[in-house]
């Protein structure tokens, strides 16, 4: 058999011809264009009719018979022979092509994908301001950890997390939000996400229900739904998230997901009565409650109100907290914060389940809140963000007038617009898109039968001399 097809034009350019002789050689057997146990020329032959360097035969020899696709002896180099293939059905019937699908569990998720920006623009919403991150005081927590640094922190990180860092942690949610808990109690991981994954793999089995928040994160959604739970909707009200008896009998959860301190996407405050029936009601039920304490740091007057996590001495709860936005999302470090009872084991099942790293970051994460850095950057950041949220308002008010319908000031970074009943919000966020503004549509966060109509508006990178600016594009926008 003539090959000298093996290096027929085009070739690809940059690659090397015996790395090219090589993948030729390797996709011709594997597609049966070079059957098993044929012979192939000598490497010197082959090479005088390819016209190139005997080496460049010899490499691809080399390589593939190292890689089992060819055998060498004293008789010459042959294709390695293969097992024909599986045939399924009758004999005769040509095989149907392969259909690659993703898993339903993976198709429902990119249903529910929430599009986020591939760039921060002006009112998108979760992006902090990172010309405001204390770079330099980072740099040297960074430089403290790495000089102090030894083999165990170039290996996964210790189970639970860094102890410096569970124990920095432990005493900052002390004192900042009233939690009386001990370094044991605390489940370093990859951010928000990552402890949502743990908790619905670790506090749920397979086909459980978990309750979300309507409208609600979309991510959570995602995370609980990847892990084979059952979702449901629950409604949300001017309280919080607003359960029916029906709820509880029809979908009696395993876990319930909330996010009290500043719901998302709405910004509502969960009031402190409908805290404590939900801890009472999630703990009769024998469902988990998870907490994710969402802008809690960003809180415009007054101290945050009191966690669900503690709330009773055997509240169901776990606490997920995250440096996404109070530092800067690339960091990828969150925590869980787990009653005592079950802290041991949890810890011991998040080893198996997964293996932190980011050994380094951690050491720089704990050194970073010992000095109080962590705490004076909150307190910058949290006044710097109330100045562009008063600006903001006065900013719509001028624009929309009095009667303009805001929520999600209390906290966070972020305000919703809310949109009379003529008004489209997917519409005018895509013409917001369209000019440049990160805005998105409320409406994408709900589920039926609970409807939405409104704007998200980001402003931890708003600056407030973009502020004029965006509202400008946002009105030309909203009046179509």
Same mark, same amino acid.
């Given at each position: 058999?003539?090959?000298d097809?093996?290096? !027929?034009? #085009?070739?690809?350019?940059?690659? &090397?011809?015996?790395?090219?002789?090589?993948? *030729? @050689?390797?996709?011709?057997i %594997? =597609?049966?264009?070079?059957?098993?146990?044929?012979?192939?020329p000598?490497?010197?032959?082959?090479?005088?009719?390819?016209?190139?360097a005997?080496?460049?035969?010899?490499?691809?020899?080399?390589?593939?018979?190292?890689?089992?696709y060819?055998?060498?002896?004293?008789?010459?180099?042959?294709?390695?022979?293969?097992?024909?293939?599986?045939?399924v059905?009758?004999?005769?019937?040509?095989?149907?092509?392969?259909?690659?699908s993703?898993?339903?569990?993976?198709?429902a998720?990119?249903?529910?994908?929430?599009?986020?920006?591939?760039? !921060?623009l #002006?009112?998108?919403?979760?992006? &902090?301001?990172?010309?405001?991150?204390?770079? *330099? @005081?980072?740099?040297?927590? %960074? =430089?403290?950890?790495?000089?102090?640094?030894?083999?165990?922190?170039?290996?996964?990180?210790?189970?639970?997390?860094?102890?410096?860092l569970?124990?920095?942690?432990?005493?900052?949610?002390?004192?900042?939000?009233?939690l009386?808990?001990?370094?044991?109690?605390?489940?370093?991981?990859?951010?928000?996400?990552?402890?949502?994954d743990l908790?619905?793999?670790?506090?749920?089995?397979?086909?459980?229900t978990?309750?979300?928040?309507?409208?609600?994160?979309?991510?959570?959604?995602?995370?609980?739904?990847?892990?084979?739970?059952?979702?449901h909707?629950?409604?949300?009200?001017l309280?919080?998230?607003?359960?029916?008896?029906?709820?509880w009998?029809?979908?009696?959860?395993?876990?319930?997901?909330?996010?009290?301190s500043?719901?998302?996407?709405?910004?509502?405050?969960?009031?402190?009565?409908?805290?404590?029936?939900?801890?009472e009601?999630?703990?009769?039920?024998?469902?988990?409650?998870?907490?994710?304490?969402?802008?809690?740091?960003?809180?415009?007057?007054?101290?945050?109100?009191?966690?669900?996590?503690?709330?009773?001495?055997?509240?169901?709860a776990?606490?997920?907290?995250?440096?996404?936005?109070?530092?800067?999302p690339?960091?990828?470090?969150?925590?869980?914060?787990?009653?005592?009872?079950?802290?041991?084991?949890?810890?011991?099942?998040?080893?198996?389940?997964t293996?932190?790293?980011?050994?380094?970051?951690q050491?720089a994460?704990?050194?970073?809140?010992?000095?109080?850095?962590?705490?004076?950057?909150?307190?910058?950041?949290?006044?710097?963000?109330?100045?562009?949220?008063?600006?903001?308002?006065?900013?719509?008010?001028?624009?929309?007038?009095?009667?303009?319908?805001?929520?999600?000031?209390?906290?966070?970074?972020?305000?919703?617009?809310?949109?009379?009943?003529?008004?489209?919000?997917?519409?005018?966020?895509?013409?917001?898109?369209?000019?440049?503004?990160?805005?998105?549509?409320?409406?994408g966060?709900?589920?039926a039968?609970?409807?939405?109509?409104?704007?998200?508006?980001?402003?931890?990178?708003?600056?407030?001399?973009?502020?004029?600016?965006?509202?400008?594009?946002?009105?030309?926008?909203?009046?179509?």
């Open positions: 058999m003539a090959l097809w093996l290096l !027929a034009p #085009p070739l690809p350019e940059a690659t &090397p011809r015996q790395q090219v002789l090589y993948q *030729r @050689l390797r996709e011709a %594997l =597609s049966g264009r070079l059957p098993s146990g044929m012979r192939l000598a490497s010197r032959g082959l090479a005088t009719s390819l016209g190139v005997r080496n460049t035969v010899l490499f691809a020899y080399e390589q593939l018979v190292a890689e089992g060819l055998v060498a002896d004293r008789q010459g180099t042959r294709v390695a022979r293969f097992p024909p293939p599986v045939t059905g009758r004999p005769g019937v040509s095989k149907p092509s392969v259909s690659l993703l898993s339903r569990r993976a198709e998720a990119l249903q529910s994908e929430s599009g986020r920006d591939a760039e !921060a #002006p009112f998108s919403p979760g992006v &902090p301001d990172f010309g405001a991150f204390p770079f *330099r @005081l980072w740099r040297q927590s %960074l =430089s403290r950890a790495w000089s102090d640094a030894g083999w165990r922190q170039l290996g996964y990180a210790a189970p639970g997390g860094d102890p410096a569970r124990a920095a942690l432990a005493e900052h949610l002390s004192g900042v939000r009233g009386s808990v001990t370094p044991e109690q605390i489940v370093v991981t990859t951010g928000t996400q990552s402890a949502l908790c619905a793999r670790l506090l749920a089995d397979h086909g459980d978990v309750w979300v928040e309507n409208p609600g994160y979309l991510a959570a959604r995602t995370a609980f739904g990847l892990a084979g739970l059952k979702v909707d629950v409604p949300v009200d309280e919080g998230l607003a359960p029916q008896v029906s709820d009998r029809a979908h009696r959860p395993r876990l319930i997901m909330v996010t009290p500043h719901q998302y996407p709405t910004g509502r405050v969960m009031s402190l009565p409908r805290r404590v029936a939900l801890a009601d999630a703990r009769q039920a024998g469902a988990w409650l998870i907490e994710d304490d969402y802008d809690s740091e960003f809180r415009r007057s007054g101290p945050a109100p009191a966690p669900l996590f503690g709330l009773q001495a055997d509240s169901p776990v606490y997920v907290g995250t440096f996404s936005k109070t530092l800067y690339g960091l990828r470090l969150g925590y869980i914060v787990v009653p005592q009872a079950v802290a041991r084991q949890f810890a011991r099942a998040t080893a198996q389940a293996r932190a790293g980011q050994g380094i970051e050491r994460l704990a050194d970073f809140i010992r000095r109080g850095h962590y705490t004076a950057h909150l307190r910058r950041m949290r006044s710097l963000y109330a100045k562009r949220l008063a600006v903001l308002r006065v900013a719509l008010r001028n624009a929309f007038g009095s009667e303009l319908a805001l929520s999600g000031g209390d906290a966070g970074l972020h305000l919703v617009l809310w949109l009379p009943p003529g008004a489209n919000d997917d519409e005018i966020a895509r013409r917001a898109n369209a000019l440049g503004l990160g805005v998105r549509a409320l409406r966060y709900a589920r039968p609970v409807r939405c109509n409104g704007l998200l508006l980001g402003y931890g990178n708003l600056d407030e001399g973009m502020i004029a600016e965006g509202v400008r594009r946002l009105k030309i926008a909203v009046l179509g």
